[in-house]
């Protein structure tokens, strides 16, 4: 093992020479941090070089901290090869920056997955949109259903799905029953607070169907929540006060 790292050494020794040649930079080995870089704080770039600050350390001091941190510069010297691999870097990071846990959001109004999939139902998910529409279970499994008891009983069906005219309909790829809104970044979901916990899950990472078309910025307003269809609930004599 240590000879491992004496050739390392060695060969790193080597490195740090011709660079010093090439550059005129003064370098030796002991400069050479072979620590593993096990957190990085942050990057700094100018014209010539990127310095990474790294393993920062806090020693508690009786009345004040003492915060270091390791440093290791780069200087590159106007490498155009070395400066147009750093500007893709910097690009890929901004364009995936949306992918970020704090950036996790999908464009106001997209709502694709909500054509394309059917949310699976559980009874406490039935029971939930019941007591916010103020209907009876029996009257949600009913008008909004599609029945099918999952094989561990978990799920008793999916969301119906509805044509442009309203009507239930078999195709999946027509709209949630309880989607809103005319078009895409119009749509909204009509009882967002009492969801099926399978929309709540579904995330906009690794998303494929969304509508990038759509501005993420800017304020959003949902119209309307969804009203169950009284009259019919009314005709059908299901409908509870
Ligand atoms: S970005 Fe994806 S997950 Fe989000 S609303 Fe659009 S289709 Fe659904
Ligand atoms: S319940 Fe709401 S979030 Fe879920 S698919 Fe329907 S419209 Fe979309």
């Known amino acids: 093992m240590q000879e491992t790292i ?20 003064p370098t030796k080995l002991s400069d050479l941090d072979l620590e593993p870089m096990t957190s990085f704080q942050s990057i700094e770039i100018d014209e010539e070089h990127v310095t990474i600050h790294y ?10 901290n003492e915060v ?25 990071s ?18 694709e997955c909500c ?15 019941a007591d ?5 279970y029996d009257d949600v499994m009913n008008e909004y259903v599609v029945k099918r008891d999952s094989a561990d009983g978990f799920s008793v069906g999916w969301l119906r799905k509805v044509d442009a005219k309203g009507a239930s309909s078999e195709d999946t790829t027509d709209k949630c029953v309880f989607l809103m809104g005319s078009r ?38 949902p119209g309307r929540p969804f009203e169950p269809n009284r009259k019919r609930a009314a005709r059908n004599g299901r409908m509870s006060k």
Request: hydrophobic share 25%; charged share 30%.
């Open 6 to 25: 004496d050739l390392i050494g060695h060969r790193e020794l080597r490195n740090l020479q011709r660079y010093t040649r090439e550059t005129g930079q």
């Open 55 to 64: 393993n920062k350390t806090t020693k508690r001091r009786y009345n004040a």
């Open 68 to 92: 270091t941190h390791k440093e290791w510069v780069y200087k590159y010297n106007d490498d155009p090869e070395y400066v147009e691999a750093l500007r893709r870097v910097i690009e890929l």
């Open 94 to 111: 901004r364009k995936h920056l949306y992918d970020l846990p704090e950036n996790l959001a999908c464009p106001p109004g997209c709502a």
């Open 115 to 129: 054509s394309g999939y059917e949310p699976f139902v559980s009874r406490v998910d039935v029971q939930r949109i």
């Open 132 to 136: 916010h529409l103020k209907m009876s």
């Open 184 to 221: 895409s970044g119009r749509y909204y979901c009509g009882i967002y607070q009492a969801r099926p916990a399978d929309c709540g899950a579904f995330t906009p990472i690794g998303c494929e169907d969304v509508d990038t078309a759509l501005p993420r910025r800017g304020e959003y307003k």
